[in-house]
């Protein structure tokens, strides 16, 4: 009863932390340790960490969670810059620390000192990304860090284990490398063997349970055999393991029947990885008071402790950028490296410098070290003392330093008018493939309601990219709006009907269920895009011969359609041709008088005149430019 008590009290607590940062604006992960940490001093409270709870039940399926999500064409493009992070960065890191350590620690062995380094050499991505998305970081900033965290805690772990192997003897490096070629190996492998199998079973079993039961199974079964695999005293890597498994798995999922197991999976995919993730930076609090403790007998001496961990805090810091800028523009000095991709901003590297907060894997690590290891109290504070150091100087500094470097994150117009595009190329393959299908026994009431329904769809992505501080709805969402209020009526209907017991449960479920399936459509209707900057312009360069042809005109004073004025109809979102400069509306209006131009002139281009808007589409091509 009192594992489910305290079980349940960090439910709560991390409930009620994340709610406050997102009204206060301040990262969850970091307000977690703050609290965590004024709350281990109460003397009722103590949690004890287990870091075999937290290196097999928790960090598996935080890993699997976060690869599934990661884009496996965004890893393999960013592949130089993740390699370089999470493989040469924890090595020099580890060394580096470990010098430092070694130096400022007497009585602590060459070997100890390297361990320490390889537990705190791995950042914890969870609080970059997260002020990440908070701020607006880059995109790519993002993938590289996201993907670094996924890889470099495999790295450290190797690392870790070969130290811990030194402390007890002398180990070749030759041993070590085959150790380490042997635990990264190992781990791939397994890691495609059990997504290759897993990803056989799911195709042919269509149950939402079972098939989410297996999807919550995958990281264990990655994980736990890679570990119990040895090969030159090393076993392999069960963390690499579970992001291969998780990177393919994720990538095949789209392509596999069962949508509705595919909403299951995210959604709780979506809890675990929140009550996980923010748990743990608590739990990172909780245990500042009983480390504080286990050190003050020891007999190095509180001042000299306290130093050498604060030495060791500003290697962390210093070491990171000593490796991130030459790491970054170095590979770039060959020809073929920096045509293929050119010297970014020194502002990328810059961010990615200071977004190395540490997090609960260095902490877990730091508890594996062996008992026996002198002076493992004062190993296991320093690891703490970089974890809350770096979590609350890189942590509450980090998007001050984006603002201050004039970063931008993604253009959220940009994105909707990629979002466009894509809708439209997918409905009009659905459509096409609708013609190829229908017999001349279908009835035309049906083929017409598909192709209305599935061009709706798409018209409501080109609506997005309205005016956006317009006051009148788009017909999607004025569409979206009244039937949300149609089905709150008729939800409001059949509960009452349960109430009267003349339908079987399980009648009145499924209903509900089918409700409740269409106002989750109907939400991203409902959702009123933002903009950073509702004025700047949002260009996607290239296209085809048509949209490079294509010369601008001058754009009206007042724009109006004029086919609307005629026809009594309402304009949605006004188009220009760039043939003839006539004004017209989009698809999403009555009239579409857009494209009822390109039909009857053949003229091929015509582009938004929305205020700060300047994208153009090309008709017989159907691209964007």
Not at 461 to 483: C, K, N
Request: glycine fraction near 8%; charge should be negative.
């Amino acid at each position: 009863m009192e594992f489910i008590g305290v079980l349940l009290a960090i439910v709560l607590v991390v409930c009620a932390v994340s709610a406050i940062g997102k009204r206060i604006n301040i990262s969850a992960p970091l307000l977690l340790v703050v609290v965590g940490a004024a709350a281990s001093f109460i003397p009722q409270v103590e949690v004890e960490l287990n870091p075999e709870i937290i290196l097999v039940a928790i960090l598996p399926p935080l890993l699997f969670a976060a690869a599934y999500q990661t884009s496996l064409v965004d890893f393999r493009s960013n592949r130089r810059a993740i390699g370089l992070l999470s493989v040469g960065y924890v090595i020099f890191t580890a060394l580096g620390v470990g010098l430092v350590a070694y130096w400022v620690f007497p009585g602590i062995s060459l070997a100890a000192a390297i361990a320490l380094g390889a537990v705190v050499a791995p950042p914890d991505a969870v609080a970059a990304t997260a002020i990440a998305r908070r701020v607006g970081m880059p995109r790519r900033v993002v993938s590289i860090l996201e993907g670094e965290s996924l890889v470099n805690d495999a790295t450290a772990l190797v690392t870790l284990r070969a130290a811990i192997a030194a402390t007890g003897g002398v180990i070749s490096v030759w041993q070590t490398g085959a150790q380490f070629l042997w635990a990264a190996g190992g781990g791939v492998v397994i890691g495609v063997v059990v997504a290759i199998i897993l990803t056989f079973i799911r195709k042919r079993v269509r149950n939402v349970a079972i098939n989410t039961s297996m999807s919550l199974a995958a990281p264990f079964l990655a994980y736990l055999p890679a570990e119990e695999l040895h090969l030159f005293d090393m076993p392999a890597s069960g963390v690499l393991a579970v992001v291969v498994c998780g990177l393919l798995m994720g990538f095949k999922s789209p392509a596999m029947p069962g949508g509705a197991s595919r909403m299951s999976q995210r959604s709780n995919w979506t809890t675990v990885q929140f009550l996980l993730e923010n748990s743990v930076f608590l739990i990172i609090g909780l245990q500042a008071k009983t480390i504080i403790q286990e050190v003050q007998e020891d007999s190095l001496g509180l001042a000299a402790i306290w130093w050498g961990c604060l030495a060791v805090l500003v290697a962390v810091l210093l070491l990171r950028p000593i490796w991130v800028f030459p790491a970054t523009y170095l590979p770039r000095l060959i020809p073929a490296v920096r045509q293929a991709d050119p010297n970014p901003s020194w502002t990328s590297p810059a961010i990615i410098s200071w977004a190395g907060m540490r997090g609960v894997v260095t902490l877990a690590a730091a508890l594996t070290l062996p008992t026996e290891l002198p002076h493992r109290e004062v190993l296991i504070l320093a690891a703490l003392v970089v974890v809350g150091g770096t979590l609350a100087l890189q942590g509450f500094t980090l998007p001050a330093l984006v603002r201050t470097l004039k970063v931008r994150g993604p253009d959220k117009r940009e994105d909707l008018l990629s979002e466009a595009a894509v809708m439209q190329r997918a409905t009009s393959a659905g459509v096409a493939h609708l013609r190829e299908i229908t017999t001349d026994d279908d009835p035309p009431e049906v083929l017409a309601m598909l192709k209305r329904r599935t061009q709706e769809r798409g018209l409501a992505a080109w609506e997005r990219l309205g005016r956006p501080g317009s006051e009148a709805m788009t017909p999607s969402q004025r569409y979206a709006q009244l039937r949300q209020e149609m089905l709150d009526a008729e939800r409001q209907e059949v509960l009452s009907l349960r109430r009267g017991g003349d339908y079987p449960h399980e009648v009145l479920a499924e209903v509900l269920n089918r409700l409740d399936v269409e106002e989750s459509m109907l939400e991203s209707a409902l959702e009123d895009p933002e903009f950073d900057d509702p004025t700047e312009e949002s260009i996607t360069e290239g296209g085809c011969e048509h949209l490079q042809a294509a010369r601008d005109r001058p754009v009206p004073e007042t724009l109006v359609c004029e086919d609307c004025v005629k026809e009594g109809t309402s304009t949605v979102h006004y188009r220009m041709c760039l043939s003839c400069g006539k004004v017209a509306c989009c698809d999403s209006s009555v009239g579409r008088h857009a494209d009822r131009h390109y039909r009857q002139s053949g003229h091929p281009v015509m582009r938004s005149v929305e205020t700060g808007e300047s994208w153009r589409w090309c008709y017989p091509d159907e691209l964007l430019g």
